[in-house]
T-cell receptor
Framework: SQTIHQWPATLVQPVGSPLSLECTVE??????LYWYRQAAGRGLQLLFY??????ISSEVPQNLSASRPQDRQFILSSKKLLLSDSGFYLC??????????????FGPGTRLTVL | AQRVTQPEKLLSVFKGAPVELKCNYS??????LFWYVQYSRQRLQLLLR??SRESIKGFTADLNKGETSFHLKKPFAQEEDSAMYYC???????????FGQGTRLTINP
């Protein structure tokens, strides 16, 4: 069966520090991968998605970036965190080529607090 | 542009009462619509999709293209229905979902 992992579960970082959040999927090959941010009062915002290794589509211009160094690994990064980067970050996956119809499976999320 | 609007951030009803969570969308083509749910301390997960025309946990949702709505309904709410509900849309040819802002549903005993 397929599983999706995210770490860390919680993170407290000072403003201006770097960020690296990791997401990995097991039990499937070549998934579509997604990063979302869930902020209070703002719903679920798609940040990045990837349909293959090295292929990243950015949805929202910001100081975050994403990378997909391996087939089932998706990383969210920042060189310098802002207070506004605080939130709950969710990773999700779908089967290849079926993103528009197939279920999105979500990870447990990372709670990021920037102080 | 594709947009999903959930006008109610918070909704509170009593156990046994009917519940309706509103969702309106903006898209000129033929969208596919979903409802996702996040129970306390659980992951966000799919509840139902319009294309399946199914009832899950007593919930149903009908796509109304004339009113561009996809409201989620349940005739008799249960306490375990308390959760955060998101309506989402996939546009034709897209690889991504557009989510609404979510509605937190609380069922009072």
């Amino acid at each position: 069966s397929q599983t999706i992992h995210q770490w860390p579960a919680t993170l407290v970082q000072p403003v201006g520090s770097p960020l690296s959040l990791e997401c990995t999927v097991e039990g499937t090959s070549n998934p579509n991968l997604y990063w979302y941010r869930q902020a209070a009062g703002r719903g679920l915002q798609l940040l990045f998605y990837s349909v293959g290794i090295g292929q990243i589509s950015s949805e929202v211009p910001q100081n975050l970036s994403a990378s997909r160094p391996q087939d089932r690994q998706f990383i969210l990064s920042s060189k310098k965190l802002l207070l506004s980067d605080s939130g709950f970050y969710l990773c999700a996956w779908t089967r290849t080529g079926t993103g528009r119809r197939d279920t999105q499976y979500f990870g447990p999320g990372t709670r990021l607090t920037v102080l | 542009a594709q947009r999903v609007t959930q006008p109610e951030k918070l909704l509170s009803v009593f156990k046994g009462a009917p519940v309706e969570l509103k969702c309106n969308y903006s898209y000129s083509g033929s969208p596919e619509l979903f409802w996702y749910v996040q129970y306390s301390r659980q992951r966000l997960q799919l509840l139902l999709r319009h294309i399946s025309r199914e009832s899950i946990k007593g919930f149903t949702a009908d796509l109304n293209k004339g009113e561009t709505s996809f409201h989620l309904k349940k005739p008799f709410a249960q306490e375990e229905d308390s959760a955060m509900y998101y309506c989402a849309l996939v546009s034709s040819g897209a690889q991504k979902l557009v989510f609404g802002q979510g509605t937190r549903l609380t069922i009072n005993p």
